[in-house]
T-cell receptor, first 114, second 116 residues
């Protein structure tokens, strides 16, 4: 069965520092991968997605992610974090079981310190 | 409004009560999804509609959960005889075209259900 693992429950970074959030997936074929952000009281917002092609994908708000098939990973990065980036981040994969399920990881909460 | 809206935003129910949660998708969006997000967890898929057709309901946890979208726009998620384990945030999402694979899902703010 497909699954998504986000190893870090929470991460704290200083404002202006770089960020990397880890995501590992278990999937039998070419995965369709997503990163979402959820701010308190807000709905989930899509940051970026990977379907095929270039393994480095650019998203909104200065985020990027790199698909590495050999490592079954799709880590999210940002070169310089802003205080407004503090939120919960979810990695997700679309199921290949013939339905339309999006399978989410448990999330990583990002704290930004001044 | 421009986005997905859900009502009520908060619902407190006594165990055994029935509840109905409403989702207003973005106008013209074909696909509609329901998710359940327990505290500290990622959203879990419940069900999917394409227009008025419920194409996938494999994520509904029990027969106490029922969803409908009779006219292909507004959807209602109904939970009968609520239990404490039903306490969660229920998220609705819509996307422009059929299928969630290639089309961005736009999420509503969710309904937080607390069952006492």
């Amino acid at each position: 069965a497909q699954s998504v693992t986000q190893p870090d429950i929470h991460i704290t970074v200083s404002e202006g520092a770089s960020l990397e959030l880890r995501c590992n997936y278990s999937y039998g074929a070419t995965p369709y991968l997503f990163w979402y952000v959820q701010s308190p009281g807000q709905g989930l917002q899509l940051l970026l997605k990977y379907f095929s092609g270039d393994t480095l994908v650019q998203g909104i708000k200065g985020f990027e992610a790199e698909f590495k098939r050999s490592q079954s990973s799709f880590n999210l990065r940002k070169p310089s974090v802003h205080w407004s980036d503090a939120a919960e981040y979810f990695c997700a994969v679309v199921s290949n079981t013939g339905g339309f399920k999006t399978i989410f990881g448990a999330g990583t909460r990002l704290f930004v310190k001044a | 409004g421009a986005g997905v809206s859900q009502s009520p935003r908060y619902k407190v129910a006594k165990r055994g009560q029935d509840v109905a949660l409403r989702c207003d998708p973005i106008s013209g969006h074909v696909s509609l999804f329901w998710y359940q997000q327990a505290l500290g967890q990622g959203p879990e898929f419940l069900t999917y509609f394409q227009n008025e057709a419920q194409l996938d309901k494999s994520g509904l946890p029990s027969d106490r959960f029922f969803a409908e979208r009779p006219e292909g726009s507004v959807s209602t998620l109904k939970i009968q005889r609520t239990q404490q384990e039903d306490s969660a945030v229920y998220l609705c999402a819509s996307s422009l075209q059929g299928g969630g694979l290639y089309n961005e899902q736009f999420f509503g703010p969710g309904t937080r259900l607390t069952v006492l």
